[in-house]
């Protein structure tokens, strides 16, 4: 018997050769393939004798990605990866420029080439979907696409068998899935073929220098991905579970989100092609943001996680309006714009943890003057920020969203932090006859939660900063209004000391975690000291902080009465911005350093950041990224000769000099240490 | 009974803490400190409670070397490493730069802190030595200095006990040390724990990403030093072996060699922190050597490789009259100042290897007319190198040495290449008894051996290039007529072709034997094929290796005939300068890529060189090394889009672009490929 792919229409393109025609025989065949742009990575489709489907990537002609399975388990209609026949292909190629209204860089180019290829069952029931190929030069994404189709109205998704087989020897970085508390988990750098069960985004490199991370892009209305090892350095797509016991149910036609590759020669590239995320998400569908002003924020947080101040109401409640009008002076007297408060509705006096059932948000405690002290704010130019914890009761905030949205806009507050704390697969939805099921944070119906929470948003003209989120797959392109989340072990940990974030942990992060999008990490406590373990960093790592993690709310976290001991080292949290026009990893190593370049979205000023694990560094910095001919004040902060995470962290200098972008510093960060400087253009 | 150093006087000076005062106990004390100039690395000198000595190196605070011995068993006299006490301690400090008459880059700065730590045996017979220190940014180096005293006139010394004590676990890249092939092994990556005896530099990238490179300079009548594990990650100096049975023998005073460690964040600045070799030498004892003149060359010797000529006289002999001619015009019409000819003179026609004794340096075969070429060379511009395969009969060679230098002086032949192939500890050394004893190439002997040859050349104004050589440890700052040597293996196994050298061998060759100094590696092979397996390389890579191997003597290695069929490529070897006023490592990984890019000393040109393993790379380049606001041309000489080196290896681009010093380039390198470019400055 012929192979059904031997009757596949042929589509000879530019980018794509049908090769199904040279080997139809009972072996695989490539069936279809794509380039790059610039000809460096190779992703070819497969079928094997018996019309099972696989892909694999090369770059540079060597294999990156060895024979890897595509496919779903279907309930009703039954597993869809064998019998599978090349019914069409397609190409297109894209170079475009496209503009963010705020974030990393202002441009962001999109240059790849796409395949899609149609594949029908040629056993009954017949089904059809398409593989969706976009490569990039530094990586690429796939997706599958289910066209609408005679006797498949909806599927439900049991299992996707998309399968990542990883060619060479690697070692990973990742944290584990499915496990109770969310994504806040130390990053594990373990051989690849040790790892469990990852969140993505997980990366690698290879023993032959390669980085490449695993991801996706654009998760909407399907569950989110995890990574779970087969065997070797096989990985299957697990999906996380929905409560109904399958992961997803959608009507057709849909599509899955992206699964995405980055693909690069070094730590610096890897961070930087993950404009690729932006470039696989849908244009901005808001239309005009402007109203969303990229700031630095203050707040009563800290000290709630300090436990010299509660959330609860009662004697120590930090929500008040006298303590609130304090953090609203600190902010307006150093030009921060955003005051956040923490425990300002009711709710928290009892066990809310998993169970935000009290909350409501609509109205504040009776010791919370909410127009007076919104009033007070706008009237010295800053905005209070809403917090809206659910405990997890979604359903419950859900209820409440609107009016509450609807009460911020009124309040001039245009940021609102949400929160979702329980553990992992305890998200409280309430289905129509009333039940109570707890579904994932990161699954399907979760995932529409927060859609609908940005919409709601959205239309009120608020942004969401969400903590305890679902991982961010670059959906901030198509709904500006999700401006960062938490996702990672922030500095909260260095609150809490048991045991605070190690040395390496922010280099880790870089490399991981911000991979898929900003982050409110909350830096700057100057006063490197939590209730327990001191901050596992020097003063000048945490002002670095500011350029190296991004974030377009960054937090001012430390206690006023702190900055009030660092007059000299707030000048530079002061001055940093929290919108670029340009970003540039300048070197880095997973885990190890990193030193990021970022240019101001509003002066022609150059920030730099650069932060090291437990080990001190000497980095060579060319200034090449400053405007050529042009003479810069390099304020300079970092850390002193003496200076030492674990015994001498507050060891600290400011020195300036003139520089060119002819001149190449040489940066020295003490052990545990970083340094922040800001070029004035002259 | 009170510790010995605690008798010792102190000299507390700004640098230097003596800190033997603090612990006068049975234990190990710290007797002296010196950190380097900007506080990055630290040495300090321990005395155990029964006068053993060790040293120990802290980076940022934190332990790269641990406890490590110092010391030597001396025959006579007996072993010296316990029963120690500090006598004295001196320190020094300097920040000098200096001018190279030829280099890597013009200007070299010496920015160190010296200690001097002097001690005395508490016991019988009293021996005294000092420990001296330089303690760089980027790397240190000790040596030992025994002064004149009383009952010891003459150390023989059985073994220096010398250790290097690895803290963090750490991956090497190494050759095998007292083997019968010399240098020329590929270099084997692995874990530091299971080296067993290495030649330096031998290259360590420790688990936290700290590169290290282990050398010595100034290798000056002594034996060459072999690393040797003893256990874990402890080695201990191993030196090659004399004839008598010992090690070394010398008159006091005396000093050895500086025992060196560069110690740097990244593959690029371990690199870059070589010049502590040189700043360790001693000054140019030779004076004014412009009469050098940092070239290219060509000559008979691809052909000796693949076999289509000879050495031997006969019907197939390359180095005639006729023959030398041609590449003589060769090197006339493309610039090319350098014309070498093997087989030139009597010798060849046995079995000359391991056994030159019919080598006859003083005059030519008679189907060479040394003196008509000599003269039809100089008529065009073009001299005659000079060629003295010894075949290891050493001290025969040294006997006609002064002759046959004097007869290339006449000649105009300012450039010798020499030669000691035989199987190393081979070396024959004639006693004054007459005996022939054998010694190793890199023993005391032939260390000698080497200096003999340097200053006799240079006493007739003649540059050695030697091949089979000892080791570099940076004597060409001090006799800067040593200009080039080989020592690893070149592109001759490339001719051989049982194996070639792999797509990784070069940028092995960067981060290990480089770090010494000039390699012959005669690159320039674009016809990619050798007597069996083609090279590993694509063409475009071939151009590059101009760029990255550095050495002021450079040769064009294939044939005429070839070049003709590459003439697009060959614009850029008539380009490209063997002299240089600056040099950058721009990126780079051991064994996996690099990037240069080097300024010529004759023009405002800037070159770039790439080249990468057997994995293709797309690296990002700032071109911030180019003057701001100067317009440059970048020739180009790039693999082509499906270039690779296995299959594909001729693929080769040339292209023109304007460029600035704004500007980032996309390197993208085939796998086993590269990339050269010329800056031409407008």
């Known amino acids: ?53 696989s892909y694999r990537v090369q770059r540079f002609g060597e294999p990156v990605i060895d024979d890897s399975r595509l496919g779903f388990r279907l309930r009703d209609s039954g597993t869809l990866e064998r019998n599978l026949a090349l019914a069409s292909t397609a190409t297109n ?44 030069d530094d990586g690429l994404g796939f997706r599958y696409e289910f066209p609408e189709q005679d006797g498949l109205a909806e599927a439900i998704i049991d299992d ?69 090892r087969t065997e070797g350095q096989r990985f299957r797509a697990q999906l996380a579970p929905a409560s109904e016991g399958w992961k997803v149910r959608r009507a057709l036609p849909f599509h899955t989100p992206w699964r995405t590759l980055q693909i690069a020669d070094s730590a610096a590239s890897l961070y930087a092609s993950s404009d690729l995320i932006l470039n696989l998400n849908e244009p901005n569908r808001l239309g005009d943001v402007s109203w969303f002003k990229p700031a630095k924020y203050v707040g009563i947080w800290w000290s709630l996680h300090l436990e010299t101040e509660t959330w609860a109401t009662g004697r120590k409640h930090g929500a008040t309006t006298a303590n609130t009008k304090r953090y609203i002076d600190f902010a307006a007297e150093h030009g921060f714009r955003g005051v956040l408060v923490e425990g300002w509705n009711p709710g928290w006096d009892g066990q809310w943890f998993g169970n935000g059932y009290d909350f409501d948000f609509t109205r504040a405690t009776p010791d919370f003057d909410i127009e007076a002290l919104s009033a007070y704010a706008t009237s010295k130019g800053v905005h ?87 991982k961010d797959t670059g959906l901030r392109r198509t709904w500006p209004n999700w401006v960062s989340r938490e996702g990672a072990r922030g500095m909260e940990y260095g609150a809490w000391g048991n045991p605070t974030n190690p040395p390496e942990h922010e280099a880790n992060l870089v490399f991981t975690r911000m991979l898929s999008g900003p982050m409110d990490y909350t830096p700057g406590i100057l006063s490197l000291q939590g209730r327990g373990q001191a901050i596992q960093t020097t003063l000048a790592k945490q002002l670095a902080l500011y350029v190296v993690l991004y974030s377009p709310v960054q937090m001012v976290a430390d206690l006023p009465e702190n900055y009030a001991r660092h007059r000299e080292a707030l000048r530079f949290i002061e001055d940093v911005p929290a919108d670029w026009a340009d970003t540039r990893v300048l070197n880095g190593e997973v885990g190890d350093f990193v030193t990021f370049a970022r240019q101001d979205r509003n002066s022609a000023d150059w920030y730099l950041g650069s932060i090291t694990d437990e080990h001190g560094r000497l980095l060579q910095v060319p200034l090449s990224f400053l405007e050529p001919g042009r003479t810069y004040t390099a304020q300079v902060y970092r850390d002193g000769d003496d200076a030492h995470w674990r015994d001498n962290a507050s060891s600290f200098v400011r020195e300036e000099r003139e520089v060119t972008s002819a001149d190449v510093l040489t940066l020295r960060l003490a052990a545990g240490g970083g340094q922040a400087i800001r070029f004035v253009a002259r």
């Open 160 to 228: 996707e068998l998309t399968e990542f087989v990883v060619h060479d020897p690697a070692t990973a970085w990742w944290i584990p899935a499915g496990e109770w508390n969310r994504y806040e988990y130390l990053y594990q750098r373990t051989p690849l073929d040790q790892v469990t069960q990852a969140h993505t985004p997980m990366t690698l490199r290879t023993d032959g220098g390669l980085h490449i991370a695993f991801h996706e892009a654009a998760l909407v209305d399907y569950a989110g991905m995890w990574l779970r």
């Open 384 to 470: 209070l920020i809403g917090h809206h914890e659910t405990g997890c009761a979604v359903s419950h905030y859900e209820d409440q969203m609107d009016a509450a949205f609807a009460l911020d806009e009124r309040l001039g507050i245009d940021v609102v932090k949400t929160g979702y704390v329980c553990d992992a697969g305890q998200i409280e939805r309430r289905l129509e006859d009333g039940r109570v099921v707890r579904e994932w944070h990161d699954g399907q119906w979760n995932a529409n939660h927060h859609q609908r929470v940005l919409e709601a948003a959205a239309r009120h003209r608020v942004a969401i900063n969400a903590h305890e989120p679902i």
């Open 93 to 136: 190629s894209a170079d475009r420029t496209w503009e963010q209204p705020w974030g990393e860089r202002r441009f962001v180019r999109d240059h790849h080439n796409e395949l899609r290829a149609s594949f029908t069952e040629t056993i009954a029931p017949g089904r059809r979907f398409d593989v969706v190929v976009r490569v990039f």
């Open 1 to 53: 018997m012929p192979d059904p792919a031997c009757r596949a229409r042929t589509a000879l393109a530019p980018l794509v050769a049908l090769l199904a025609l040279v080997a139809c025989t009972a072996q695989a065949a490539t069936v279809a393939r794509v380039e790059s742009p610039g000809q460096v990575l190779a992703v070819e489709l497969d079928l094997s004798g018996e019309g099972r489907l």
